[in-house]
Each structure stands twice: as C-alpha cells, then as structure tokens.
C-alpha cells in the first residue's frame, strides 16, 4: 500500500480523494433489522431509555461493526433529541413514532424553558466517547465515527406538526403567513444543531451528518430560505471551529433543487436519495463534491439480483469519483440482515 491509499477510507473520500474500493455505511445501520439491537432495546424499556442510556447507546452502535466492519459508525441517537432539549415535551409510541406536544406559535415557543439543554443532551457526547475508547480497544482503527443531528427546518416540521405528517400544513403555512416569528424558531434552531454538533465533535465525532428528511415539501423561495440559509450557518460555524470535519448534507426529497443545495449550503458532501440517477450524479454533483449514496433501501430489503444490479450501477458510475456508499435513506426494519451482508461484500468487490 503507498502512502496516499494510508489514513480511514470515509475520511479520504470526504477530502475529495478516489478510493479504490468505496468506503461503506448505511443509515439507520443499527436498528431493528439487527435481532441482538430488538434485545438491548428489550432491556433498555423503550427507545428513548436506549437513547439516553450511554453504555446501551455505546452497545447498539458497536453492533453493526462488529457484524459487517463498516467504514463508519454512526452514534446511536435520533434527531429529537433537540426539540426535548429545548423543553418540548417528546414520547416515542410504539408502531407509531414520536409524538410532541405540537409548538404552533412564538408564544408557545417562547413557553418552553431551554434550562435543560445541556443536561439533557450530555448523555449523547458521553455515548460517544464511550464508543470512540470501545472501538479503539477493539481494533476499529480505521474506521470513523459520525455524529449527526436533524436540520432546523425538519427538526421544526416535527415540533410544529407534532409528529410525522403527511402535507406538513401547520408548518408551512406558519413560515408562509409570518416568516418574521418563524425566523425566530428556525434561528434558535439553527444555534441548537450548531451547538450540538460543536459539542459532539468535542467528544469524538470525526465527521457529522446534517438530516434534513423533509427538505423536499417547500417550494425553491421557501427551501433557499428555510434549508439552505440556516445549513450554511451551521456549516461556516462548524468550519471555522474545526476546518478540517467535514458535514454531510442529506436533503433527501428535494430533487432539482439539490444543485442549489450543493451551490450554496456549504456542505462538503452530499448524501443523494435514490431518485437521483448515479449517471446523471457524475456530472452533476460529483464535480463539485464527494457524494454519498444512494441505494433504494427496498432494494437492499428485495435482495437477489436487484441488488446485484442497483448495486453495480451506483458503482459503476459514482465509483469513478469521490464517493461513499450508502442508501438513500434509511435501512428499514425488515431487511434480513444477511442482505446486508452481502451488500458489503459487493461493494467490497469479494462475492
Ligand atoms: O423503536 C425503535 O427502535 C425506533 C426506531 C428508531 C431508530 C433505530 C428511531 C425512531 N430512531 C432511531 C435511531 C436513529 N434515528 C438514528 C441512529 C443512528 C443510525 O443511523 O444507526 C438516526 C441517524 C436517526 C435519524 C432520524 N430520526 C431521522 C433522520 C433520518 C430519516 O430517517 O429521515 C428522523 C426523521 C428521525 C425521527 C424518527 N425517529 C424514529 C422514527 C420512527 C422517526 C421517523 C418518524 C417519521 O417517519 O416521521
């Protein structure tokens, strides 16, 4: 090996560099798919328990390591631990998903009390240096670790909705009818994730990854405003604190306007959902950035020689650049683990 293939595969490609074998990790790679994560969770009690629990968070995010020797580990938490932080009430209901007390207002966002917000959050960065000491003593040396947090513009759909939404109404037309008070919401956001982040690269993250599931519900005015504007800030604060991290941006759903996410959010990588071509992502994305992605989780979940295909054809093409290989978005709960498995070997080229 010379010198220039030496260092952690995630980490060259994110600096621009073409691995012969693209580095791997999947969204969502410890969860429910995994039979030993359905038996820590059992102790846990219930999600959030697992979530603030840092020996059981550490426990959970070795296990698809020790499993499939991915490029990265990403620290098990969720992105609504910000909206908890900042005083918003936050349950987890089986079969359902998260549930908040919905903020429609600034009034009511002026309601809630902050106080919270480092105590509640300290058991992330403590996760994380447990999972950092574990992987060196286990011999993760090339391996890297993620941290990650949701985008203030999602992060604000699930604080306003109240939960996951189909048209995400009350949002939308909250920012529409007064961006004024709105800017308010998204702005302390905005200091949230970047503090968030900030803290989370203090305990260990090398790398952080910015979700911003619901970017694909606004309009081009209302996605420059509300997703591009407040990614930028966090991305410049990150960059001047620690100029050598790089931060992901996933806004998944957006379609056409990922160029203008690209252009202008700052990002040093994009994390590409599966609508977007890998042929038409060659010449459009990878010249001006490392790109991650984009396997349709189902097809992982159908396995056999769809996989085989999909799999070939996002290599085939984005291969030839810097690239990460990932899915478009999250594994899903039914995929047999040993689909995984044999995603890996695939993209490792050894099947
Ligand atoms: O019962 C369980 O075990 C719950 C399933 C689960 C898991 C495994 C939830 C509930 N969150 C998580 C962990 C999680 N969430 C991680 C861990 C690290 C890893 O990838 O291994 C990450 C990165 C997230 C991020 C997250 N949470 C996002 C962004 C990515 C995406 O999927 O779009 C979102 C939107 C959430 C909210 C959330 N948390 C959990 C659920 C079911 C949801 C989605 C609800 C909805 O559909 O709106």
């Not at 900042?86 to 079969?95: D, H, T």
């Not at 252009?263 to 040093?268: H, L, R």
Request: with cysteine; charged share 20%; net charge negative.
């Amino acid at each position: 090996m010379n010198s220039s293939e030496t260092g952690k595969p995630l980490l060259r490609a994110l600096k621009g560099k073409i691995t012969d074998v693209p580095p791997i990790w999947l969204m969502r790679q410890a969860g429910r798919y995994l039979p030993e994560y359905r038996q820590t969770r059992q102790r846990a009690g219930n999600f959030l328990n697992l979530v603030y629990s840092p020996e059981l968070a550490c426990e959970v995010t070795m296990q698809p390591l020790r499993r499939y020797d991915f490029d990265a580990a990403i620290i098990f938490s969720d992105i609504l631990v910000i909206p908890q932080a900042l005083g918003q009430e936050l349950e987890f209901i089986e079969e359902k998903g998260p549930v908040l007390n919905p903020v429609r207002s600034a009034e009511a966002f002026a309601r809630l009390s902050p106080a919270k917000f480092a105590e509640t959050l300290a058991p992330v960065y403590e996760a994380l240096r447990l999972t950092c000491a574990q992987m060196r003593k286990d011999g993760f040396g090339r391996t890297t670790m993620i941290g990650f947090s949701g985008a203030p513009w999602t992060l604000a759909c699930y604080m306003v909705e109240g939960g996951s939404s189909r048209d995400f109404q009350h949002v939308k037309s909250w920012a529409y009818r007064d961006p004024e008070s709105f800017s308010v919401l998204i702005d302390t956001l905005t200091e949230a994730v970047t503090e968030h982040l900030l803290q989370q690269i203090a305990a260990g993250a090398e790398v952080v990854q910015i979700f911003d599931s619901w970017s694909g519900v606004l309009d081009h005015n209302q996605f420059s405003q509300w997703v591009i504007k407040p990614t930028r800030r966090i991305a410049e604060a990150i960059r001047e604190a620690y100029p050598d991290v790089p931060v992901i941006g996933f806004p998944k759903g957006c379609g056409r306007l990922a160029m203008d996410y690209a252009q202008n959010s700052k990002v040093t990588a994009l994390s590409l959902d599966s609508q977007i071509s890998p042929k038409s992502a060659v010449s459009l994305f990878q010249p001006l950035m490392p790109v991650q992605g984009n396997l349709d989780p189902v097809c992982l979940l159908a396995g056999g020689t769809a996989l085989e295909a999909g799999v070939e054809d996002i290599v085939a093409h984005l291969g030839k650049g810097p690239f990460i290989f990932n899915l478009g978005h999250g594994i899903v709960k039914e995929t047999p683990p040993e689909n995984v498995e044999k995603l890996v070997a695939l993209v490792r080229g050894s099947t």
